[in-house]
T-cell receptor
């Protein structure tokens, strides 16, 4: 069984469309994340949720809206897609986010990625 | 603020040769450091991590890394490269301000030549 699974793996869509990427983890973790990998392979966090509550929102445009119906799922909805949104989006999870104000040593488990191409 | 710099965006070694991937960090607190590997068209997989304790950390697939506070480094090594080691490698530091967040380096592409 895949620990962190996300769908779809590949998505090609036109500018202006709205799309969603779904993510599920079966590890029993409390914290889930969305990371974005750009064309230069640079990875940056977008959001994190702990037990359905938003913890980190890393100055992401309002067109991106995460939704966590329960702690095992974190979906990403993107409105009015732009060319610059083309990237690989990784869902991830960890046991929890640690203690606020201190670094976390928890391993973050990543999904396989969703390759989004906006044309 | 935390940051990570990986020296060398592309490293090429011959099969059987030593692999050395460099990572330097900047941190305002004792850092927690990670190395992840990304194979083509796949997600990231943890190779190893340093939190506290022994500064020489052993990971999967024969990789190890040594935390050197005086040099603010966490270089990744493997004594003998295999063709299957060809991948993208990312060093990361845990952000103490936004707890749970990883700050990644730019990545290093490892090429292994037969």
């Amino acid at each position: 069984d895949t620990a962190v699974s996300q769908t779809p793996k590949y998505l090609v869509t036109q500018m202006g469309n709205d799309k969603s990427i779904k993510c599920e983890q079966n590890l029993g973790h409390d914290t889930m994340y969305w990371y974005k990998q750009d064309s230069k392979k640079f990875l940056k966090i977008m959001f994190s949720y702990n037990n359905k509550e938003l913890i980190i929102n890393e100055t992401v445009p309002n067109r991106f809206s995460p939704k966590s119906p329960d702690k095992a799922h974190l979906n990403l909805h993107i409105n009015s897609l732009e060319l610059g949104d083309s990237a690989v989006y990784f869902c991830a999870s960890s046991q929890d986010y640690g203690t606020w104000g201190l670094p976390s040593g928890n391993t973050i488990y990543f999904g396989e990625g969703s390759w989004l191409t906006v044309v | 603020a935390q940051s990570v710099t990986q020296l060398g965006s592309h490293v090429s070694v011959s099969e059987g040769a030593l692999v050395l991937l460099r990572c330097n960090y900047s941190s305002s607190v004792p850092p927690y450091l990670f190395w992840y590997v990304q194979y083509p068209n796949q997600g990231l997989q943890l190779l190893l991590k340093y939190t506290t304790g022994a500064t020489l950390v052993k990971g999967i697939n024969g990789f190890e890394a040594e935390f050197k506070k005086s040099e603010t480094s966490f270089h990744l090594t493997k004594p003998s490269a295999h063709m299957s080691d060809a991948a993208e490698y990312f060093c990361a530091v845990s952000d103490p301000i936004n707890t749970g967040k990883l700050i990644f380096g730019q990545g290093t592409t490892l090429q292994v030549k037969p």
